[in-house]
Every structure is written in C-alpha cells, then in structure tokens.
C-alpha cells in the first residue's frame, strides 16, 4: 500500500490479507487487519493464517507494537471477546492503547455477537462499524452461511465441451478440460472440506478425488448412493487411508458397506425418496462436521439434484473448444429442469476467464 490512505482502502488491503487464509482457517472466518499510527502511517498488518492460531489483530498490533498507541485499527471483522482457542482479541487491541477501531462487519458468532465492539466502546475507544461491510460478507459467505444454518457452502463444478456434453455417448470423461483447468479443480479440491460425486461417477471414472498437489486441507471424499450399489474395488476403497471416504447411503443399504467400513470408510445411513438420498440430510451431516465448503463435482444426476433443491451457492464451469456430440452424451445438469425459460436458474457476479485453451466460468447462485 502506499499512502495517502484511506479508509476503504485500507479496509480493502485488509479483507486481501483477510483471503490469504481461505483454507487455512475454517470453520474460523478468514480475518485480515491493519494499524495506522497516531500520524496515520500503516505500522502493521497480520491476518488469521491458520485454525486455532492467533487472531489478525494479535499480529498486526504485534507488528506495530509500541507504534500503535494512540493509532487506529482497522479489521475486516468485529474482535472476539471471549476464550477460544486464542485469549479474547479485545484484550489485546485495549492493551496496544489504539484510539480508535474500524470495523467492516460484527460477528454474528454468538459468543462474540456485537460483545467485542461493547467491551472497545465501554473502554473510551472510538468504534466505527460498516466499511466495505459488503465485501467482507461476500469473503466470508460461507462462514456466514455455516454459521446461520449449520449447512456447507456448496460449489458446483463441471467441465464440458462446447456442445454441452459432460462425457462421451460411452461415458469417457478423460479429459475434457485442458490441463490449467484441471490444476484449478485441483487447487479448489485443496481448499474445501469435501468434494462429493454421485454413484454413477465412481462407476464410470473410478475417480481418486484427492487435491494433487495436496492445498492447505484434506477433503473428505464423498460418495452419495442410495441403492449402495458401489464396485467392489475401486481407487477409493484402495486409498482409504488418504483422507476420510465418507459414503452416504439409503437406511437399510448400510450393510452392503462391511468391507468398505473394514477398510477405513465412513458410511452413514439416510432416508431416501424414490432412491434419492435427501441433500438436506446429506449436507445437515456435512454442517455437523463443521464443513465450510464442499464441492460438487458431478455427475449430471447429483448436480440435476443439487439445482432442484436450489441447494447451490457458487459455480466452477469450465468449457473446452471441443464437440463430441451423441444424443446419449450426457449434458452436465439432469434432474427435473425448469420448465420455462423465465424460471432458468440465473448465474449472478458472473466471471469468464481463459484457462489454457479452455473458458473458466464462475459465479454465484442469485
Ligand atoms: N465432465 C465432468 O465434469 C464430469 C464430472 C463428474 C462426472 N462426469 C460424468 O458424469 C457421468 C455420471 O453421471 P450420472 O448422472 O450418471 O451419475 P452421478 O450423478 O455421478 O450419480 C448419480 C447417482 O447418485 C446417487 N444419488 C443418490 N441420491 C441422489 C440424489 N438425491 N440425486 C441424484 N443422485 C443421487 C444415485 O445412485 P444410486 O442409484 O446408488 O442411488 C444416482 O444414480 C459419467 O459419465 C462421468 O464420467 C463428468
């Protein structure tokens, strides 16, 4: 940053420091935090780098240390008053001596709920509220969308080719996208907590759904299958001791999964409807888990599904300069559909991106 500030700027700076910990700290909110000295000048900057470790104030009021008496905070999230993993960040910000504390949003953490921002006010600092509030919302939607419903922020991502069509008429799917593409799914695989298929993927791709190379987490792998009805051997059951395979099944069916269990999977029991597993119940058990984020990558049945029950937040389309064609060459979404054009699910904030020599598409649900 180089002066002169100001403050939306600087709160701008802070919600970027904020997105270096995305993946790092959940279920934590990504936080990010800069101090100003009693002249103005930017004396420190710090965010939360990992779960469980020090706050984004802790460390930018470390960095300025004694400069910042008198000075200002800025934070892309109202400071914790109570014990949790770290001691309360309102002790630390009231012994640093600022004057003065800007805020881009409360958070609604009930143990924190507007607490922090009282403790600061009680104690003759001057507290403003609301810079750039919409900003940091949007950086920590997920955390926000745990937190209020106790489900998972849910990405969708599929890969097609230019006539719409996620595999060929024999199901082959390898590979659509170009390599860059494929770095990108690997990398969002790294930074999520799950990343869910459907059964018809696993018969078809015998995928391994791992993050290579492996992100800043380890996602569960999910397989969500109501009939249970999964080979016998696949990539999955054989790497098992990877990271968490975690299969979501029909109430009855869990006893077809003896050797999956034997070997190390998780199996949980669901109802189902006209054998489709309830995504509530599926994502209800994620949002216990205290997942974040959980990607959806396919296929056209489960992501059909996953827009019917409008249980979509954020989309990762990439489209490849390539035709396969086929009527029976499945296209990425099934499901029931809409039935009228006004009724189309609309993408909002919409991005388009070259990726190699392919089209990233990203967006958020409306
Ligand atoms: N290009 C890409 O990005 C991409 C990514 C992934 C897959 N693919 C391709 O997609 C194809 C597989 O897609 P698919 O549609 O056949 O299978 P799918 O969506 O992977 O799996 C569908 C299955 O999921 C289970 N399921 C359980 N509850 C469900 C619910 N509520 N809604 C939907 N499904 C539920 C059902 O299995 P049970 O019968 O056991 O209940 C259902 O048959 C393959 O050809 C694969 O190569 C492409």
Redesign the pocket.
């Known amino acids: 940053m180089t002066p002169p500030y100001d403050l939306e700027s600087l709160m701008r700076h802070a919600l970027a420091l904020a997105a270096r910990g995305r993946g790092f700290v959940e279920p934590n909110p990504m936080v990010g935090a800069v101090v100003l000295d009693s002249a103005g000048n930017l004396v420190g900057e710090g965010w939360h780098q990992r779960f469980g470790g020090p706050h984004a104030e802790v460390f930018a009021l470390q960095a300025a240390g004694e400069k910042a008496r008198d000075g200002t905070l800025i934070v892309t999230l109202e400071p914790c008053c109570h014990h949790g993993k770290t001691p309360p960040c309102t002790d630390a910000v009231l012994k640093a001596g600022v004057s003065r504390v800007v805020v881009a949003m409360a958070d609604p953490f009930p143990r924190v709920a507007g607490g922090g921002l009282k403790i600061l006010r009680d104690a003759g600092v001057e507290v403003q509220v609301g810079v750039c509030a919409a900003e940091a919302h949007k950086l920590n939607a997920p955390y926000l969308k745990l937190l209020h419903t106790d489900r998972p922020w849910v990405h969708l ?4 080719t230019l006539d719409g069509k ?2 060929t008429r024999t ?1 082959d ?1 390898k590979w ?1 996208s170009g390599e860059e593409s494929r770095r990108r799914v690997h990398e969002l695989r790294g930074r999520v907590d799950a990343v869910i ?5 696993v018969v ?2 015998d995928p391994l759904l791992t993050a290579r190379p492996a992100g800043p987490r380890v996602a569960a792998r999910v397989v ?6 999964l080979p016998e051997r696949c990539q999955l059951r054989e790497s098992v001791r990877e990271g968490l395979v975690l299969i979501y099944t029909a109430m009855g069916n869990e006893g077809k999964f003896a050797g999956w269990r034997a070997d190390g999977a998780e199996v949980v029991a669901l109802p189902a409807n006209d ?3 309830s ?1 509530d119940a599926v994502l209800a058990d994620l949002g216990k888990r205290r997942f974040t984020n959980v990607l959806v ?9 996953f827009l019917d029950a409008k249980a979509a937040d954020e989309f990762h389309v990439f489209i490849a300069p390539k035709i396969v064609g086929g009527d029976s060459a ?1 296209s ?1 979404v ?1 499901g029931r559909g809409v039935k009228l054009m006004a009724d189309a699910f609309e993408l909002a904030e919409c991005t388009f991106e070259p990726s190699g020599r392919d089209v990233y598409v990203h967006g958020l649900a409306k």
């Open positions: 991502k599929w890969a097609m996620i595999a199901s799917s659509i298929v459907g059964r018809g993927t078809a791709d969500v299958t109501a009939s249970g009805d054998n489709r597993l995504l990558e396919g296929g056209a049945g489960l992501l059909g599904s499945l990425p099934a």
